[in-house]
């Protein structure tokens, strides 16, 4: 019988620690079988006890290497020219990838079959093989990082009376029956790779960084340090009816804390973009990754109805008392909202998810302004009406030397004013006094 290697056969004169990564790159590509007692060019060595090296051979594989993969090898003990070998047929395994456990889920732990060789995975394979054997829901996939601690989970945990354990992480996702680390136990993790980046700007726009942070870690140490952020911004602001005083906060604490907790359940990890929440001075912003799911539409989302893309995040925020059911979050924003003019906003594109909160303080203050203070084009354009009985856009820009545009945003605010009004429309449109 002769021996020779390929991409299916492996060949070794005695048994090493580099076994393993061989059974490993069958196990990830498409099976195959090493002969030990044979020397790299077919010559048989044979080996002095057959049973002992199946022993230690199993030993090997099972202590060394994740997932559990010994219901795919199989041994048989020959005898070839008269000497012992050792053949062990791996099967391609179906919790792929299968990796060192003293290394993980990354290229020093991962190999695969290339032609004769053992040769690390790439980043990219790795993720492909998880997504083939686990589908392809980020937080159920296993995690690339598998070296996790739980500090800021457990303290949290520890607050509700809830306990955390190996238990517990099972029930709910973040544990495998074999030890493996889901990617919803990164994230709740001290590892969490995902963060969020905030800025606070000077004036309505992006032109002048006032302060910028970015928060890792766990999630909730995210959530609590990123809240903590926003309500320091929070500011008070008092205004008199007669005698007495109300305090109002540029923004409901309720809206605030719904529009965070929605872009942290309810974003697409797999992307590896932080969320941005931008502060202004008459608006906060929250854009987080990932558009709506398949099938929904910014409708149902008004009307509550909720699809979740990470459930099982969804799940541990709704036994720690974050969340109360799903759908609840965005109704919740609008009714801290009921009483302003000014509502929130939700955008939502094929890849992100915004909502925007007006500052109710500027909000008063800019409807003050705009009532109680009248600009000189407007007395021009009062006095013009006083006289004539009414006016069209045509005698506004003749009247004042201005473009179209400016002219239709000089009426379209007197009519906020509740100045004048409009009568008729399209070519006909004019503006009377009220």
Do not use: W
């Amino acid at each position: 019988m002769t021996f020779f290697e390929s991409d299916i056969v492996e060949l070794k004169s005695i048994v090493t620690n580099d076994i393993c990564r061989e059974v490993i790159a069958f196990a990830n590509t498409k099976g195959g079988t090493i002969h030990v007692g044979i020397a790299d060019d077919g010559t048989v060595i044979g080996i002095e006890n057959a049973d002992q090296t199946i022993l230690q051979i199993n030993n090997m594989i099972r202590d060394s290497i994740k997932p559990d993969l010994t219901m795919f090898v199989s041994y048989e003990a020959r005898i070839v020219q008269s000497k012992n070998i050792v053949t062990v047929t791996i099967q391609r395994g179906t919790a792929r990838p299968y990796y060192l456990s003293s290394k993980g889920l990354k290229p020093s732990g991962v190999f695969v079959r290339n032609g004769t060789s053992c040769d690390p995975a790439t980043d990219t394979s790795i993720r492909n093989m998880i997504k083939e054997t686990d589908g392809d829901s980020f937080e159920s996939l296993r995690s690339l990082e598998q070296n996790l601690s739980f500090d800021a989970a457990k303290k949290l945990f520890s607050s509700k009376n809830l306990p955390f354990d190996p238990l517990k992480m099972k029930s709910l996702g973040m544990l495998s029956s074999d030890g493996i680390y889901s990617n919803v136990a990164m994230l709740i993790s001290d590892q969490c790779n995902s963060t969020i980046k905030a800025a606070t700007f000077l004036g309505t726009d992006k032109t002048v960084f006032q302060d910028r942070r970015e928060f890792e870690g766990s999630i909730f140490r995210q959530m609590e340090d990123m809240y903590a952020y926003l309500d320091l911004r929070n500011r008070t602001q008092s205004t008199f009816k007669g005698l007495y005083r109300t305090d109002i906060r540029d923004y409901p604490e309720e809206a605030l804390r719904e529009a965070l907790l929605n872009s942290l359940v309810h974003r697409d990890y797999s992307f590896g973009a932080s969320t941005l929440i931008s502060v202004y001075d008459d608006r906060i912003e929250f854009v987080s990754i990932g558009g709506l799911p398949s099938g929904i539409s910014l409708s149902d989302v008004m009307l509550g109805l909720s699809v979740c893309r990470n459930p099982k995040l969804a799940a541990i925020f709704y036994r720690l008392e974050l969340i109360e059911a799903y759908g609840t979050g965005i109704p919740k924003i609008f009714k801290a909202y009921a009483d302003f003019e000014l509502q929130p906003q939700i955008e939502v594109t094929e890849n992100a998810f915004k909502i925007t909160l007006p500052n109710r303080n500027t909000a008063v203050k800019s409807k003050e302004a705009v009532s109680n203070v009248p600009t000189s084009n407007d007395t021009v354009i009062l006095d013009y009406v006083e006289r004539n009985g009414e006016i069209t856009r045509s005698d506004v820009e003749a009247l004042l030397n201005i473009s179209t545009s400016t002219s239709n945003r000089i009426l379209r605010a007197l009519v906020h004013k509740g100045l004048i009004h409009q009568v008729g429309s399209g070519k006909n449109t004019k503006y009377k006094k009220r």
